[in-house]
């Protein structure tokens, strides 16, 4: 028998660690804190076969989705997949957000998992996006020379922290660039908050391109202790009238100089894959695609 219940605080970390026992990439119990302090309100759930936990769920609300789309994700342990756990869990996922008035959910799947997508196929979702997961083995470089173009320094914000309102200013031209799920852009304090300040965040892993006092371009890094060897490339942004000059590149290197001196091992980015002008970027400094993700968007089950 299948039954689905919802998660409190106090039962996290156990939801975590089951979650993290069959998740390629998993996050700590600090990560999902900080999903939810973002997000405007979240919910976790477990469905048990048989009395046997096997599944997990989390649908948020309110973070980086389109007006009226709900994120959800669930994974089911492989060994007791087709026994309809992950059927309960998206019926419950989708109940909760139906209740807050959302008509669609959104969430990822692994590319290498075709049997996923067939299952996300039959309940109506399509896919809406396509996130290459690229990846730069650093004990095979060396740390880059950052070399800016002429009249670029590159700094961290942790030696610029009056820079933040010149970050926001790239953003508003650089997100709205990038393809994908049609996200809005959020006013300044909450961009501060969700987008700078989270859990993984770090000034000195963040750098900015400055003309003069202009801010035309930043990069940051995503860290985690999950995987304290790896460092994710969370976002690459510069104004519209200095892209294709250069920036971004010193940028990149920046970032990888950064890590490599601070013993890391690993780098990831997503790529989606019709932004053709960063997987260059990433192309040429060496970074090779893995199977990444496939984001799919559908109707909330009755």
Do not use: C
Request: charged fraction near 30%.
């Amino acid at each position: 028998m299948v039954s689905v219940r919802p998660i409190e605080m106090d039962g996290l970390p156990g939801w975590v660690e089951l979650r993290a026992r069959f998740d390629p990439r998993p996050a700590t119990l600090e990560n999902y804190l900080d999903w939810a302090r973002q997000a405007a309100e979240t919910a976790w759930f477990t469905a048990s076969l048989d009395g046997e936990d096997a599944a997990t769920g989390i649908v948020l609300v309110g973070w980086h989705e389109p007006p009226g789309v709900a994120r959800a994700e669930l994974r089911v342990v492989p060994e007791r997949r087709g026994h309809g756990l992950g059927s309960a869990l998206l019926a419950t996922l989708g109940g909760w957000a139906r209740k807050r008035d959302y008509a669609e959910l959104l969430g990822p799947i692994a590319e290498d998992d075709p049997e996923s997508l067939a299952w996300a196929e039959r309940r109506g979702f399509r896919e809406v996006g396509r996130n290459s997961l690229l990846v730069l083995d650093l004990d095979h470089v060396e740390a880059p020379s950052v070399d800016p173009p002429e009249g670029i320094e590159i700094v961290s914000w942790a030696e610029r922290p009056e820079l933040a309102r010149g970050m926001y200013e790239v953003a508003r031209e650089a997100y709205p660039d990038v393809p994908g799920e049609g996200e809005q852009m959020a006013a300044f304090e909450d961009w501060l908050s969700v987008d700078m300040q989270g859990s993984g965040d770090r000034p000195e892993a963040t750098f900015i391109a400055l003309d003069g006092d202009e801010v035309v371009g930043y990069a940051k890094f995503s860290l985690g202790d999950a995987r304290p060897n790896v460092a994710f490339h969370d976002m690459t942004g510069v104004k519209r009238g200095w892209r294709g000059r250069g920036v971004a590149g010193a940028l990149k290197r920046a970032e990888i100089a950064w890590a490599k001196n601070n013993g890391y091992a690993r780098l990831e980015t997503f790529n989606e894959e019709r932004n053709e002008p960063i997987r260059r970027l990433n192309e040429r400094h060496g970074y090779r695609p893995t199977p990444g993700q496939i984001i799919m968007r559908g109707p909330i089950p009755a």
